[in-house]
């Protein structure tokens, strides 16, 4: 049985970033955990004057790069801050599901593994953000 291209590249994926989305909005988790005041205020600066690059943080510029786009576009708030953060983070479902299908897993496996990827991330990044001294 040949499943609909619709299916498989755009109605499961949608599924999927929707339920990845939801978990990191609900339990507030994703890539930045720690160090949520050096990320937005670097990207203030960013925005304001440049990146400074003999600052050693400004050079990774994957960090700060996605947030002054979203602050280009939703302005200085706590959801342009994360936004890029929440996406990101639940993209890496999306490649999981991409990466088994293209290896010639069945949908439904592919879809399931996706889903239980989109949850183990929430757990590892809760137990981080527990541990974490400034919070």
Known sequence: MRQSPLLRRVV???VILAWACALRVVFFSGFVLCDDL??????????????????QFQLRFGVWLFNVAA????????????VPTVLMSASLSLVGYAILVRWGYALLPAFAAALTTATTHRRASSAIWR????R
């Open 12 to 14: 499961l994926p949608a």
């Open 38 to 55: 050096q990320e937005l205020w670097t990207a203030v600066q960013v925005l304001a004057h440049g990146p400074v690059l003999a600052d």
């Open 131 to 134: 541990r974490c001294p400034s």
């Open 71 to 82: 602050f280009k576009l939703f302005g200085i708030s706590e959801f342009g801050f994360f």
